[in-house]
């Protein structure tokens, strides 16, 4: 796991190097989150909505979106396909993406539709870390576990 | 003379107005309204005063502010882009005549755009309106052109 700024960077995930994080699964569904950096950012979370299951998006079109007092966003997807799963925890507890955003707190699993290019607009390894890094600079993002 | 700042920040009162009026018209089921002044909203802040912004506004600011790579910018630019595939999708919600949805993403909207524009209200524009020649008034005069051929 790197680390930077207190932030948590999984190496293993893709990212589309800014707020979302993708895991490619075994049956080729993807799973969907937001990273440490993007919630540190966004604050306390108090509203995550996310599509019906069985909507069928657009590559960048929101699977969800989540307000804190001070910010909202969407969580775009990074290619075209249908929602297969969606963390339904997350409705009534949206705090829960500030606890364990890579874990427990994953938004939803999206079916590519061409599972060939599903990963073609997202990084992974050493050049997505460097440009995660380079976002938390950017926002000037200092990340803190409660648990530490 | 009208100073930059006052320009926009009129033009982001006349924006909330026109996002109002189609959601009225959502709430009332007025569902060919509601497309309506949605696009003229959408033409409005995403063909007109977005695109002043990230033409003129944002490379005067970073000019003087150390380059592209500026957060405040770089967050604002952001902005846009997010903002615009919302429009889309508030756009899809009239068409499928989903109201929920449509509350859904207009409350969203409304959010992002509080703070973004109390952001460039607060950082952006006052800084311009000092640092440019003319208080900005020319490039102001972009804007109320733009603005006055919609109403036209
Ligand atoms: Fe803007
Ligand atoms: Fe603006």
């Known amino acids: 796991m790197s680390e930077y700024r207190g932030c ?66 969407g969580v775009p997807v ?17 705090h829960l993406i500030n ?13 590519p539709d061409d599972p060939r290019h599903a990963l073609d607009n997202v990084k992974t390894g050493p050049d997505a870390i460097e440009a995660l890094s380079a976002w938390i600079d950017r926002y000037d993002v200092q990340c803190m576990r409660c648990s530490d | 003379m009208t100073r930059i700042d006052q320009i926009m920040q009129q033009d982001h009162v006349r924006l909330d107005a026109l996002l109002d009026i189609s959601a009225r018209a959502v709430r009332e089921g007025r569902w060919q309204d509601a497309a309506r002044h949605l696009e003229q909203f959408r033409h409005g802040i995403a063909d007109g ?43 899809e919600a009239i068409s499928a005549e989903d ?24 950082e952006l524009y006052p800084y311009l309106a000092e640092a440019l020649p003319d208080h900005g008034q020319a490039v102001g005069q972009e804007i109320l052109t733009f603005a006055a051929g919609e109403r036209a």
């Open chain 2, 49 to 91: 005063h977005m695109v002043v912004e990230e033409t003129t506004l944002f490379p005067a600011f970073e000019a003087r502010e150390g380059g592209t790579e500026h957060p405040l910018t770089a967050l604002l630019r952001k902005g846009h882009q997010d903002l615009r595939v919302f429009f889309q999708e508030m756009a």
């Open chain 1, 8 to 73: 948590e960077l999984p190496e293993d995930l893709f990212y589309d190097l800014d707020y979302v994080w993708v895991r490619p699964e075994e049956d080729g569904i993807l799973t969907i989150g937001v990273t440490d950096p993007a919630q540190t950012m966004s604050g306390r979370l108090q509203k995550a909505r996310i599509r019906k299951l069985g909507t069928h998006l657009e590559a960048g079109r929101h699977v969800a979106t989540l307000e804190s007092g001070k910010w909202a966003g």
């Open chain 1, 99 to 111: 606890v364990d955003p890579y874990g427990d707190a994953w938004i939803a699993r999206v079916k």
């Open chain 1, 78 to 94: 990074p290619c075209a396909g249908e929602i297969v799963a969606r963390n339904e925890a997350l409705l009534d507890n949206p």
């Open chain 2, 99 to 122: 109201a929920e949805e449509f509350a859904d993403l207009l409350s969203t909207v409304q959010t992002i755009l509080k703070q973004h524009d109390a952001k460039e209200e607060t």
